[in-house]
């Protein structure tokens, strides 16, 4: 009974660290607009729309077909730093990749996209503080395209900053 236990228990620990370790965040970037709006569904019904003047940052949690599950507390930051709990929807809140990204920590001086999730693997670029949407996520590295589509490849979790308001150290 105890080694069943203890079996079940450590399967459990492992199966939630595969999925937390995935989990990052990204802020709105969605320069279009003064709103952002959170659906229900991919492509689904709008259950929330975000109005940023300053800096939103979102909890990204996985991917299906370009829409990001997000978590459903959403952080300001700026002149009114505070937290929002969205509510309402029984299946999850989503966003477009469209309309989120992020920069590399440290990119004033540059930071390095792999085509594989390796650091070992080929270096497709090194940029300097360019907007990076997030694609796909496998473990702790994000497949990312640059805002200017040249460049599409893996950043390692490690390496992202996700404060809208500076490039992070």
């Given at each position: 009974m105890k080694k069943s236990f203890f079996a079940a228990f450590f399967a459990l620990a492992i199966a939630f660290g595969a999925t937390a370790q995935g989990r990052f965040q990204a802020y709105i970037a969605d320069y279009n607009d003064s709103t952002t709006n959170i659906r229900n569904a991919p492509n689904g019904k709008v259950v929330c729309t975000l109005v940023h003047d300053d800096g939103i940052v979102l909890t990204l949690i996985k991917v299906v077909n370009g829409w990001w599950e997000i978590d459903s507390?959403?952080?300001?930051w700026g002149d009114d730093e505070r937290e929002v709990q969205l509510?309402?929807?029984k299946t999850g809140y989503?966003?477009?990749n469209s309309v989120i990204?992020?920069?590399g920590a440290?990119?004033?001086v540059g930071c390095k996209i792999y085509n594989k999730p390796s650091h070992k693997s080929r270096i497709v670029c090194e940029y300097d503080a360019q907007l990076l949407h997030?694609?796909?996520v496998n473990g702790k590295w994000v497949?990312?395209?640059a805002e200017d589509g040249k460049y599409t490849g893996w950043i390692h979790i490690d390496n992202i900053c996700n404060n809208p308001l500076t490039t992070c150290p």
């Open positions: 507390t959403i952080e300001y509510e309402g929807s989503w966003v477009h990204g992020f920069t440290g990119s004033d997030p694609i796909e497949k990312v395209r």
